[in-house]
């Protein structure tokens, strides 16, 4: 009896050791919400310059670009679906790409205002956009 109840505490502690040492071996970047390059195109194929923006964050409260990642969803980078009915409006020529990683997952995403989608989901990433100009 003395002998399973030991053998049993020591099946507990080996199972409890296992892995511990493996969250601190972890590079910073998987603590990350977002590590980001943003550039944004006031008049898209117009003759002002692009301007571009480096977005790094650990925790939300890194910025206010940050605060607004962490409140993302990773689907805001996704295009729109091409059978999405839209509505046909016109929110300006502004032009933005995204690319590098959010929440693990790597990003390269196009941004425009052609259609009541794309004004969507650009109003959705503002915050972020908005680090770039």
């Not at 925790?59 to 670009?65: F, L, R, V």
Request: with cysteine; proline share 5%.
């Amino acid at each position: 009896m003395i002998l399973v109840l030991v053998l049993g505490c020591l099946l507990a502690l080996g199972a409890a050791g296992c892995g511990g040492d493996d969250n601190d071996e972890q590079p910073a970047a998987a603590n990350s919400i977002a590590e980001l390059t943003v550039t944004v195109d006031p008049d898209g194929d117009g003759g002002a310059k692009p301007k571009t923006a480096t977005v790094k964050c650990g925790p939300a409260s890194d910025s206010k670009e940050c605060a607004a990642l962490g409140d993302m969803r990773a689907d805001v980078f996704q295009p729109v679906p091409g059978n999405m009915a839209c509505t046909q409006q016109y929110g300006g020529p502004e032009t933005a790409t995204v690319t590098g990683t959010f929440k693990g997952e790597h990003v390269d995403a196009k941004f425009s205002r052609v259609n009541g989608c794309e004004i969507a989901r650009w109003d959705a990433a503002k915050e972020l956009l908005g680090a770039a100009g």
